[in-house]
Each structure stands twice: as structure tokens, then as C-alpha cells.
């Protein structure tokens, strides 16, 4: 819709103004169907659709400046100029518009301002924001103490647990030096006891040997007896005197090796060995009376069997390794 209406001049007819009234009431139709169109009714025909969907006349619109022209001519007073031109009026009334319209948008937001402020006032929507704030502090204070309770234990827990780990380790150290003290003493119970027994098997064999001298010297004192009366000695007692000696050296004290097989073999060689003839008696003849060679005394014979029998230094300690390393 474009143009508007026509004011009528002074020396205009009443025709102009009948036409500029007609216009009039077609752009007040215009208007209404623009701002109230007819939704629910059909359209009657392809005339009432394009009148109810395209609700615009077109009018002719006149030149201002001659308008302006024409009416400073018959203005009053012979003037032949207008106190306002017909495009500053209109930019007048589009700012006073304009105007008022900027107004009107400042009031309207200062009254939705003020409205909300008075009805959030009124309202318990701070009330509820600080109760749920509350709410929420309340919760995060919990959730932080539960927090440090549950730490809490679990330190102690593992605490409680190092603790039992470091009383079941002292536990065990002391268990395993009882058992090594023990071990120990057993130990020493056992090479006392073998020291015991070797003592008293050395014992013994001093018996046996101080015994087997006792017989040797007894034997001797009974050959020089039958050496003095004249007559040989039996042949039994010559054969049990080495035999005697040779027992007296093959008992080792005790503890120790055994003395080396050869040993042992030196006095049955001793014994095996051919004596010549009236060996230990004088010949006899008419009026020669027998007599024995000398020999040598029972103790120098015995005291020589315990040195031959007597083990070394070296056999010794030998023998204390061996037994220490088979008790290991």
C-alpha cells in the first residue's frame, strides 16, 4: 500500500474530496483484513483469495514538491512559501515517531524490571537458592567427613597389619636363633659326649695295654724262671708274647684312624719269620748249662708297643676333621 491521502486544498472540488474519502475507507479495509485475516472461512473463488491474501490498493501519489507548489500559492497572505515543506513534516513525524516508540520500549522494560524485582521479592525463590546452597555445603561437609573416616580406618587397618607383619618377623627371627642356639648346643653335647666316650675308650685301652704288659712281664719273669731251672720255655707261651704285643698295637685310642694296614702286618711278619734254631735258649751239651739270651725288660717292651701304637699328630687331627665334618 503505497501513497496516502490527499489534503484537500482550497481550490479543490468536491470531487477530490469525495475520492480522497474513498481512499480512505478502502485503506481502513485493508488495514482490518491485514491485522484481522479470516482464517476459518474457504475461499469463494480465485478474486476473494487474491482480495483476501495480497489486502492492498494502489493509489496514485502525487508529486510533493508541486503539492507544495500549489499550496504556497493560494496560501494566505501572498507569501508564495510554505512555513514547512510536506518532506520535512513527514521527517518530523517519522522522529516524533520514532521517538515515542523508543519511549514507549524504555517504560516498558523499566515496568518488566520492577515487576520482576517486586515478585522476586515476594517470592521464595532466594529462600529456596539458600537452601538448596545450605543443601549443598551440607552435603560436600558429609561427603569430606566420610571421607576422612574412611582413610581413617584404612590407615589403621594397614597399620594394624604392618604391626602383626613386624611381631610374626621378630617371631620367626627369635624361632630361628632358638633353633640355631639349640642346634648349637646339640652340638656341643654331641663332641662332649664323643670326647666322653673317647676318653673312656682311651682309658680302656691303657687298662688293656697296662694289663697286656703286666702278662708280657709276668711272661718274661716264667721264661727266665725255666731259663734258670734249665729248662725251654714252652712253645705256647713264645707264640702268645707276640701275639699280645700285636694286640696291645692294633688297638688305636679312640677318636682316631685306625693305624695304616702295614702297621698292623709288621708284627705278624715279626712272628712269621723263621728263628733259627735254639733261638732264645743256649745250646746244650754235656756239662754246658743252658742259658737264655738276654732280653730286653718288660717295661722298655710295653713302652715300645705304645709308641708303635701311638698314632701321630697328623692322624689326630685328621681324625677330629673327619668326625666334624660327618656331624655337619
Known sequence: MSGGAKAPGPGQGAGDVKAVRAQLELMGQDSTRVSAPDWTAPFAGLEDAVDRLLPYHMFGAEDPAETDAREAEGAPGGSGRLATSRHEAWQDHVMHRVNEFGAGLVMLDKRIRKAESEALQRSQLPLLMLQSYATAEAQALGAGEVQRRIKAEHDKKAA????????????????????????????????????????QQKAAQQQQMAAAAAQQQQQQQQLGMAAGM???????????????????????PPGLQQPHPMMQQQPMMQQQQPRPPGFGVAPQGPGMVPQQRPAQPPGQQAQQAQQAAKPSKADLLAAMKAKITQRK
Open 160 to 199: 594394624l597389619v604392618r604391626a602383626q607383619q613386624e611381631e610374626a618377623r621378630k617371631q620367626q627371627e627369635a624361632l630361628e636363633s632358638q633353633q640355631r642356639q639349640q642346634q648349637s648346643m646339640a652340638e656341643r653335647l654331641q663332641q662332649q659326649q664323643a670326647m666322653a666316650a673317647a676318653a
Open 230 to 252: 734249665g729248662m725251654a720255655p714252652p712253645q705256647q707261651m713264645r707264640l702268645q708274647m707276640p701275639a699280645v704285643a700285636q694286640q696291645a698295637a692294633q688297638q688305636p
